[in-house]
C-alpha cells in the first residue's frame, strides 16, 4: 500500500507543476517556435498597395490562325505527302520540252579556230603565191558552224586557176586548197589535156567547194566542211568538148582522166572517182585531208 501511494503522490506533483506554470493564461502556453506574424494573402497586400499589380496580358491579334488540333489520322497521311513532294525547282516547264544532249566536244582541232582580227602570215604568203600563178579569186566572208564544227576562218572564191582555166561556178576554198589545185592545173592538168587530146584546157567544172557536212554515211564532217576539198565534174577543152567524169565513152577521154586520177595521190591527200563507191561515180574528189606521216588515201 505504501509502495502504490509514492507513485501516486509523484504524478501528482507532477501535475501541480503543470497547472501552476499554466497559471489559468493561454498565452503564457507553450507552444512550438512560430513566426511572429503570418504572411498576408496577395489579394490583401495588393489591397494595401504594397504590391503593383501586374499589366494585363495582351490579347492575340483577331487575324492571327490559331493551329487546330489535327485529327489522329492526319499526321500520318502529311508526313507520307511530305516525303513525296520534290524540292521547288522553278516553274512548271512546258509538256513538250525535251532535255537538250550533252554537247560534246570537237574531234576535230580545226572546229574550234575562229578568224583573228588580223590574217596570219601563212594566209597573206599563201594569197601571194596564188596571185603568182595567175590565180584569179576574191575574198569571201568566214564560215562557222558551232552546231557541227564546220569552219573556213579564211575563205576565198576562186574564180580562175590560172591566167587561161577558169572554174565553172566560182568555188569557195581555203587558200591552200586553191593554191594546190592551181598548182595542180598548171603543171599536170593542163599539159596531160593537150598531149592526150591536143587541145588547150579551158575550164574545169566543179560539183563541190566548201560545204558545211558531214561524210556521207558517216558522223565524221567532210574535208568540205574546212573548204579543204574539190569535187570535179568535167574538164572543158577549147575547142568546147567537155570530158565528164563517169559518162565518157571516148578511150582517150577515159585515158586522160586515168592520167589525172594517179597523178593527184600525192599532192592530194585523199582521190577518189568513179569505182571508189557510188557517192563518186560521176565526179573526182580531191582533198588535203591531215593524215598521219603525210599518208595518202587513192581508190
Not at 588580223?118 to 594566209?123: F, L, R
Not at 584546157?201 to 566548201?210: E, F, H, N, P, T
Request: proline residues 11%; glycine residues 8%.
Amino acid at each position: 500500500m505504501t509502495l502504490l501511494k509514492q507513485p501516486l503522490a509523484a504524478i501528482g506533483i507532477a501535475l501541480l507543476g503543470a497547472v501552476a506554470s499554466f497559471d489559468g493564461n493561454p498565452a503564457s502556453a507553450r507552444s512550438p517556435s512560430l513566426p511572429a506574424t503570418a504572411p498576408l494573402p496577395e489579394a490583401l497586400r495588393r489591397d494595401m498597395g504594397e504590391i503593383t499589380p501586374a499589366p494585363p496580358e495582351t490579347p492575340a491579334p483577331a487575324d492571327v490562325p490559331l493551329p487546330q488540333t489535327r485529327p489522329d489520322a492526319a499526321p500520318d497521311k502529311a508526313v507520307k505527302e511530305q516525303e513525296g513532294r520534290k524540292p521547288f525547282q522553278g516553274p512548271e516547264l512546258p509538256p513538250d520540252w525535251k532535255k537538250p544532249a550533252a554537247t560534246k566536244p570537237f574531234s576535230d582541232p580545226r572546229s574550234g579556230i575562229s578568224p583573228a582580227e588580223k590574217m596570219p602570215a601563212e594566209e597573206t604568203a599563201c594569197r601571194e603565191r596564188l596571185k603568182t600563178l595567175g590565180a584569179e579569186f576574191e575574198e569571201a566572208k568566214a564560215k562557222h558552224d558551232d552546231v557541227l564544227g564546220c569552219s573556213l576562218p579564211y575563205p576565198l572564191m576562186l574564180k580562175k586557176l590560172g591566167q587561161a582555166v577558169e572554174v565553172t561556178p566560182d568555188v569557195e576554198l581555203d587558200c591552200a586548197m586553191a593554191e594546190t589545185m592551181s598548182r595542180f592545173v598548171k603543171d599536170v592538168v593542163a599539159p596531160a589535156a593537150k598531149a592526150e587530146l591536143g587541145q588547150e584546157l579551158k575550164s574545169i567544172s566543179q560539183a563541190s567547194g566548201y560545204v558545211c557536212r558531214p561524210r556521207n554515211g558517216s558522223s565524221k564532217l567532210s574535208e568540205h566542211a574546212f573548204g579543204n576539198a574539190l569535187d570535179i565534174a568535167a574538164f572543158t577543152l577549147a575547142d568546147g568538148t567537155s570530158v565528164e567524169i563517169g559518162k565518157t565513152s571516148s578511150p582517150p577521154q577515159a585515158k586522160l582522166i586515168d592520167l589525172i586520177r594517179k597523178a593527184a595521190c600525192g599532192p592530194f591527200k585523199t582521190v577518189l572517182g568513179p569505182g571508189s563507191d557510188v557517192d563518186h561515180a560521176l565526179h573526182l574528189h580531191l582533198d588535203l585531208a591531215p593524215r598521219k606521216n603525210g599518208g595518202t588515201f587513192c581508190q
